[in-house]
């Protein structure tokens, strides 16, 4: 970084337009105008700075990218208005790894050397539990993107009181919750899973049995095949599911190791065989461009966020602007990266400082407007709240991939758990 | 029986690949003595380079099969010749330190010139499509890597047991004092041997591009780990071992994966272990 040096003359004339600014929004707040609509952006001293970070190295390598492609463009339009609060953006980039220990690294030098206000990204659930305690001592709200594990605001925000977590994504209820409501309607009775053998895929698919027994009382789950992280050979998991014959799948593999499993999935003849398909991160980017016209019809999948819904004027207008700036369609941890640092601006803007006290009570039940629809961060466990859509894969002309055909929405009010989050009646089905 | 005859061809398919990068490690550790970390960077450079020819120059399974591990080839010819070369003498830490060193490099290449998402691969034409066994669909593709294997693993026993230049090669590997003095340019054989052990694991990326289906930085990772506990279950530096070991591994996790789901993430290792506490120095390594 370098940092410009300011002479004495500049100073003084800094300092001159400062107080004749200072005294003229002086003037009319308190003449001319209506107080709070009007008046002069709130003052806060000096840039503010963004520390962010994601996987920018091995497999998952390009999550990190898309990543970064929304929340610079978020930081390249915001500060072409004239930044946060009449300051600056400034963000810095850095390669999280996927490890626990290099997030809290990471956290620690954003705020101790590099001097950040905020903190943002996260892609896996176990660096995010590492972290929250970090970020409580370091005293920085950090905007969680992609992890999805429950425990975040549940456990370390609702009962622990780290009131400077924020989630901006979707969390496991969407993909676990969620996909049993889909999964309700179909005549498929018994199920299956091969999901990724970690927490994320443990919790998902107990979310997914408990909500669909209490759905459809008697339903059979007949074989379940976790694979660990890294797996690029799916062919013995395929195995276990033909044997056990199930007419639904459900999984939550995600990345390149969903396109390997549907790739080597197709060779086998499971698509054929089990004819109820759920993939809850299937609407993902690179898993729809990487696998084209391989990815079979009549799946159900869902993201994030994905980028034909909704059919708002702001999405469409976001599509192409960043289609425009990146050429590529976003992923939905760009859609989670631009709106973060666009939550930060409303907070900042709104508190009229960058003090993380105040930021956070204006987060919390802030309501804000975004390319995925309108998002509420809840009071209680600081998740936000915005629908996602399902969508049954479809091939068409005006794109080289599949696309959600049919839409179905399940409202997050229906799927998501509520606090307390404990007893009776605070998981669904309501 | 259909299930367990499907499992068997899966830990088969994937045995091969282990194979084929474990080959090249344990020759290039065989006959230099180093112990090559960046072996699976070379096989994830196989399969970008593959890729590439596939793709974007000739859209042609074979050509990509036998330019993509040529060029990867003159890669290695330049780590050897101008890197590796000079630590020869140095303890095993610098030998590691290098080759890591290399790892992390390569990952980032790969990165900069393909970028850092997945990539998939075309078709490959005829290779492509299923075969009923037993009422049950496997790839065509994966029979031809089943055949692929044991099909290297004899050419190189012939090149090595029959040849001039496997004599040479071996004379160096057990004492390269003595084969200096009798006039082999050991030197040059280092250069040969390394550049055809990375071959080998060049030819594994390339042909792993269709049976994983998906290129990624940092494909070259995993893979190494599987092929270093192969090499030494095999005993380090036996061909003869690290084959037998590649079967017997990818069958294990196989059936592990589909009959002892809770613990096929250690049986590997489970067998690695009881192979060094009865032979510390693997199935076929010598007792130096």
């Known amino acids: 970084m370098t940092r410009k040096r300011i002479s004495r003359r500049e100073l003084l004339k800094l300092a001159g337009t400062g107080t004749v600014v200072a005294a003229a929004g002086g003037l009319g707040q308190g003449l001319l105008l209506p107080r709070n609509l009007w008046a002069a952006p709130p003052k806060i001293k000096g840039p503010v700075k963004i520390g962010y970070q994601a996987v920018l190295s091995g497999t998952l390598a390009g999550y990190g990218e898309f990543h970064k492609m929304g929340a610079v463009m978020a930081v390249e339009e915001i500060n072409a208005k004239g930044g946060i609060a009449g300051q600056k953006v400034e963000m810095e980039f850095r390669d999280s790894t996927l490890k626990p220990d290099d997030a809290i690294k990471n956290a620690r030098y954003f705020v101790d050397s590099w001097g950040a206000d905020f903190l943002a990204g996260i892609d896996s659930s176990g660096q995010a539990l590492a972290l929250a305690p970090v970020v409580q001592q370091l005293d920085r709200v950090l905007m969680v993107t992609h992890a999805a594990t429950e425990k975040l605001t549940e456990e370390m925000v609702f009962k622990k009181g780290i009131k400077q977590i924020f989630r901006i994504c979707t969390p496991t209820y969407q993909d676990g919750n969620a996909a049993a409501f889909i999964a309700k309607d179909f005549p498929a009775v018994k199920w299956a899973t091969v999901s990724p053998k970690y927490e994320y895929g443990f919790t998902c698919w107990k979310m997914f049995q408990d909500t669909l027994k209490k759905l459809k009382p008697g339903v059979p789950f007949v074989a379940e095949s976790f694979a660990p992280f890294g797996t690029t050979d799916f062919r013995s998991h395929i195995n276990t ?109 709104k508190a009229g400082s960058k003090d993380t006290k105040a930021v956070i009570q204006v987060l919390e039940g802030m309501s804000m407007n975004s390319p995925a629809g309108n998002r509420v961060f809840r009071k209680e466990d600081h998740q936000a709240i915005y629908d996602v859509a399902w969508g049954k894969t479809k091939a068409d002309p005006k794109y080289p991939f599949k696309i959600m055909g049919e839409m179905k929405v399940i409202p997050t009010t229906v799927c998501y758990n509520r606090p307390p989050f404990e007893g009776p009646g605070t998981a669904p089905p309501f | 029986m259909q299930s367990i005859v499907h499992v068997c061809l899966a830990g088969l398919s994937s045995g091969m690949f282990i194979w084929l990068v474990a080959s090249g490690l344990t020759l290039i550790f065989g006959v230099l003595g180093v112990l090559n970390f960046a072996h699976g960077s070379f096989y994830m450079l196989g399969a970008y380079f593959s890729y590439t020819v ?235």
């Not at chain 1, 759920?278 to 079979?296: R, S, T, Y």
């Not at chain 1, 590529?328 to 709106?339: D, I, L, M, R």
């Not at chain 2, 040969?192 to 494909?219: D, E, R, S």
Request: charged content about 15%; proline content about 5%.
């Open chain 1, 241 to 349: 599911i033909l044997d056990a014959k199930p007419d639904g799948l459900y999984s939550t593999e995600w990345a390149g190791e969903l396109i390997s499993m549907v790739k080597q999935g197709r060779e086998a003849g499971l698509f054929e065989k089990v004819k109820h398909v759920i993939f809850p991160v299937g609407a993902a980017m690179d898993v729809l461009e990487g696998l084209g016209k391989d990815m079979p019809d009549n799946i159900w999948i869902a993201g994030r966020y994905f980028f034909l819904y909704p059919n708002s004027k702001t999405n469409g207008e976001w599509v192409a602007r960043f289609r425009k700036r990146w050429n590529h369609y976003p992923a939905y941890v760009s859609e989670t990266g631009y709106s973060s640092i666009y939550a930060f601006k409303a907070a900042v803007e």
């Open chain 2, 54 to 288: 596939l793709r974007h120059l000739f859209p042609n399974f074979w050509l990509g099969l036998l330019l993509g591990p040529l060029c990867v080839c003159a890669v290695g010819f330049v780590v050897e010749r101008f890197f590796l070369r000079y630590v020869y003498r140095l303890a095993l830490p610098y030998q590691l330190l290098l080759t890591f060193a290399f790892v992390l490099i390569f990952d980032n290449l790969v990165k900069i010139v393909w970028g850092a998402g997945s990539l998939t691969p075309p078709d490959i034409g005829f290779l492509a499509g299923s075969v009923p066994i037993l009422g049950r669909k496997f790839p065509v593709y994966n029979l031809f890597i089943i055949g692929v294997g044991p099909l290297v693993a004899v050419a190189l026993w012939l090149a090595l047991e029959r040849t001039w230049a496997g004599r040479i090669v071996r004379a160096a590997s057990s004492d390269r004092e003595m084969a200096s003095a009798i006039g082999v340019r050991v030197p040059a054989l280092y250069t040969g041997v390394f550049v055809f052990g990375i071959w080998l694991g060049a030819l594994g990326g390339g042909l792993a591009v269709p049976y994983v289906g998906l290129l990624t930085p940092g494909m070259g990772e995993t893979i190494i780990i599987e092929a270093f506990i192969v090499a030494v279950i095999g005993g380090l530096g036996s061909l003869k071992g690290a084959f037998l070991a590649a079967l017997v591994l990818g069958v294990l996790s196989s059936f592990g994966t589909r009959y002892f789901p809770a613990f096929d993430m250690f049986l590997t290792f489970i067998l690695m272990a009881a192979v060094l506490l009865v032979r510390p120095q693997g199935l076929f390594g010598d007792a130096r």
